[in-house]
């Protein structure tokens, strides 16, 4: 059996509300992935540019918003990416003419812009009030080719729906990557989501023997603690690297892309799958 082993990577940092800070915090810490880890593929929060701004519904928010072809980040990591050949997904707040979108453009390692996605499923809720901001995505779930395998990316709420994850199996994903901002739930003080927000995604790495990797902020913003807990888990569903909360770092996992397609197929997830009985899932009932 040849082998085809990339290194993956998630990062986790606290972040200001100036873009120009924590774009200079995320290019250090995509460099020390690169030079101390191996990393090829490297996966940063969601919308790193700032702080999570979607707590309230505030309209002078929309002037976070830039083209893809504009946007500070996507520049700047695109070039980052062909000067040190990685692969970054790279979380923004994108503006398409009159719509806006919570989106993520994936850079290959040699900085060409591969498409963007645009995140499926947007909440609504205290604290997390995203539809006043974002159109529900219209890109559809997507694998983007790149030089270090083939990945299929969601965005934070999408990690909670197993149809996302599955639709990106069948697209061709050999890894699933979700950039995230969770934490506290204003409305609950007391309800700490860390484990199921995990477990969900380790259901995912299971029914679709696939690895995960989930990369969150951390830190207090405003009245807003964002609990980290970024890991990797295995395709056996097992978390083998994972960063606590208050903390910043890199984690990183090396994995045999040709050895899951073999271990996927084995299993028979695919082949035992039927379709024509999972009507009721494309239904509004």
Not at 51 to 66: D, G, I, L, P, V
Not at 178 to 193: F, H, K, Q, R, V
Request: contains cysteine.
């Amino acid at each position: 059996m040849s082998s085809e082993t990339v290194t993956v990577a998630a990062i986790q940092t606290i972040l200001t509300d100036d873009t120009a800070t924590n774009i200079a915090r995320l290019d250090q810490l995509v460099r020390q992935a690169q030079a101390t880890q191996g990393a090829q593929v490297i996966l940063m929060p969601e919308l790193f540019s700032g702080h999570y701004f979607c707590k309230t519904e505030t309209a002078e928010n929309f002037s976070r918003a830039h083209r893809v072809a504009d946007d500070p980040a996507v520049r700047h990591f695109s070039r980052l990416a062909a000067e040190l050949s990685v692969v970054l997904p790279v979380s923004f707040f994108e503006r398409d003419g009159p719509h806006f979108y919570n989106a993520v453009a994936i850079v290959d390692a040699d900085g060409t812009l591969l498409g963007v996605y645009r995140k499926s499923h947007i909440p609504d809720g205290p604290g997390y009030e995203e539809k006043f901001y974002f159109r529900p995505g219209n890109t559809g779930f997507q694998a983007f080719e790149t030089r270090f395998g083939t990945i299929g990316v969601g965005i934070c709420w999408d990690q909670w729906f197993p149809e996302a994850a599955r639709a990106l199996m069948l697209k061709g994903a050999e890894l699933l990557l979700y950039p995230t901002a969770i934490g506290s739930e204003p409305d609950d003080p007391a309800l700490n989501t860390a484990q199921m927000w995990q477990r969900a995604m380790q259901g995912h790495a299971v029914s679709n023997a696939v690895p995960v990797i989930a990369a969150n902020r951390t830190g207090t913003e405003g009245t807003q603690h964002f609990y980290g807990a970024s890991f990797i888990a295995d395709e056996a569903g097992t978390i083998i690297q994972e960063i606590a909360d208050n903390q910043t770092g890199v984690i990183s996992a090396q994995f045999d892309l040709a050895a899951l397609r073999h271990r996927r197929a084995a299993f028979g997830f695919f082949r035992d799958r039927r379709p024509e009985l999972y009507g009721d899932l494309t239904s509004d009932q």
